[in-house]
Each structure stands twice: as structure tokens, then as C-alpha cells.
């Protein structure tokens, strides 16, 4: 069937504009400034964001499959208090479907424009915000360690991971292109080099990621590394726990790295560059994070329902519809201030034909 759709070649690193450039990759870019359908059919043409787009799309289904059976399971419990039990699962469960879509979407859709491709990933730098508030809400109901439940820090925990969320999308979409209205021009957001934060790109995303990730694993780092004797929670969840927390370390160092085509640019242009790996390694962590979750939520169950401060709507669903509006208010600001720029480029433009 796709042999009879024509899909256009894709081009070297030289045939396409500054703002569509990846480090280290020098063939294999789509044609800039493609349609929503040639987006969509790129799909099924060997590109070098094809494998990013597949490796985050199909993990998708599968986190809304188990969505859907935790859902299911919930509205057929004739219990309340079991049913609430699950509402901060459910949580984690919607957090690990928005932020694979979010960033199968971008990366399909990256090619439109170089501003469409800025917004793009706006959306997807808030989708992993939520997904640390979606972590967030889980730990705090099914993993914090005896020592710590009912403690202030405790109290303060998921509170804290909605400020980390909104204060994460801002640093990681400032990455892109400054403060908005402040830093926005022409020339940065074509990628040109004399954009003066440009040094500041890759430190400030790798603070957005990492800060939430080693806030919300304080309790379990304490839990697994540092706790010793009573109300430790020592059950058979720890060395799952551990194994994700070595691969999200993993993934952090992909992502940061560039490895391998650092190493060797141009020779993982379609396979095995980092941020296939990244993609691949942090769907592996997720996972293994669901599995101690839920290991940890059946064999503490009757010990959270009596020690741990009760489920509630607000303290679980409630702060993470709060976190999206939120995160969409953040993404809509940098939307805005990319319009109005592209506006005051296109009246530029009319005045000088005048
Ligand atoms: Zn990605």
C-alpha cells in the first residue's frame, strides 16, 4: 500500500535549516516545513526520528491497556475504601499515557515548522513534568517507608512535586528559547548561533529532568540506602526499585552523553542513537517503576489503610488535573510569546513590501 504513496527522500544534515539540527546526526532529517499528513506517513519511511516516534508510540498502548483494566477493576469493586485505595495508581496510570504520546506526537510532528517543532516540545517537556507528578502521587501513597509516613515532609510531599512540575516545564521550555517575550527573536527561534543562552540549553533541560526525579525518589533513596532497622519497609518491591533507579540513572546518562553518536557522528543516524536509547530505556524504567508500585500497594495495603493520612480525591486526582491546567497555562505563555513574534516577523515582512 505505501508503495503507492510517493513519501519525499530525507535529506543530510546540510540540506535542512539550523532550527531542525541534531548533535550528532548528519543524514536521515525529514523535509522541513512538511504537512500534517506527510508528518504522519513519515511513519512507515526509515528516517532518523522514526524509531523515536515507534518507540514511545506503542508503549503508549500498552500503559493505557493496564489504565483501562485498573479503571474497569475500580468501577466493578462494590468496596469504596478499596476502590480509593487505587486513586493514586490511577494517577501514575494517566501520567504514563500523557507523556509517550506527548512524545510520539512531537517527534512526528517536529518537522512542520521550526516554530511548530518548538511547540512541540514544549507539550512534551510538560507531559514529563506530569509524569513526575504521577510518580509523585504513587510514592507517596504506596512507598514511602514506615519511618516517614505521617512526617511533615510527608504532608508537604506531593504539594511540593506540583510546584517541581510547574517550575520543571518552565526551565525545560526556557531551554529552547529564553524567557518568553524577554529572549524571543527571529533569530533565535530560527536556531541561529548568535543566540546568546544557547550555552545555557542542555544544563538548564538536564536540571528540569533531574531535579524532579531526585525529589521524588528522597523517600526511596532514604528507604533503600539509607534506612537502617525498624519501619524501613524492607519487602520484596526494594529490588525492583532499585533496578528502576539504575535504568532512569541510565537514562540520564544517554540523554546527557549523546552516546554513541558522539562518538561517531553520522553512523547512528537511524538505529541506536541516544535518544532512541533514552526513549527505549525510560519505558523500561517506567515499567519496572509500575511493577514495584503495584508490588508495593498489594503487600502494604493493610498497613497503609490504618497508618498512612487518607486518600482522598483532591490529594490524588485533584492535584493532578490542578498540575495540567497548570502546566497548559506555563505551555500557553510560551506559545503565546512564539505567535506574537512570528506575527511581528510576518508585519516586518509586509511593511518592507510597502
Ligand atoms: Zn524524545
Known sequence: MFSLIKLPRSLTINQVPKGFHEDGILSGYRQPYSSARECVLSLFQLTNETLNIWTHFLPTWFFLWKL???????????????????WPLLAYLLSCCIYPLASSCAHTFSSMSVGARHICF???????????????????????????VNSTFHHWYVSLAVLNSIICTTLACCSRLGLPFLHYNADNIKGLPDYQATRLTKPLRIVAFAYPFFYDNIPLFYRLFVCVGEGCTANEANGVHHVHIQLAFLTGFLFTTHLPERLAPGSFDYIGHSHQLFHVFAIAG????????????????????????????????????????????????FCLALFSEERQKMSNINKGCL
Not at 68 to 86: C, I, N, P, T, W
Not at 303 to 318: D, E, R, V, Y
Request: glycine share 6%; charged share 15%; aromatic share 14%.
Open 68 to 86: 483501562l483494566m485498573v479503571a474497569l477493576a475500580m468501577m466493578e469493586d462494590k468496596e469504596e475504601g478499596h476502590s480509593r485505595y487505587q
Open 122 to 148: 514544549f507539550f512534551d517537556y510538560g507531559a514529563i513534568s506530569l509524569y513526575s507528578l504521577g510518580s509523585a502521587v504513587a510514592y507517596s501513597s504506596y512507598t514511602f517507608p514506615e519511618k516517614w
Open 286 to 333: 517506567t515499567v519496572l517503576q509500575m511493577k514495584a508500585i503495584e508490588l508495593d500497594m498489594v503487600l502494604r495495603q493493610t498497613w497503609l489503610q490504618t497508618h498512612s493520612p487518607p486518600i482522598t480525591f483532591g490529594n490524588t486526582l485533584g492535584v493532578f488535573l490542578v498540575s495540567v491546567a497548570a502546566n497548559l497555562c506555563v505551555i500557553y505563555i
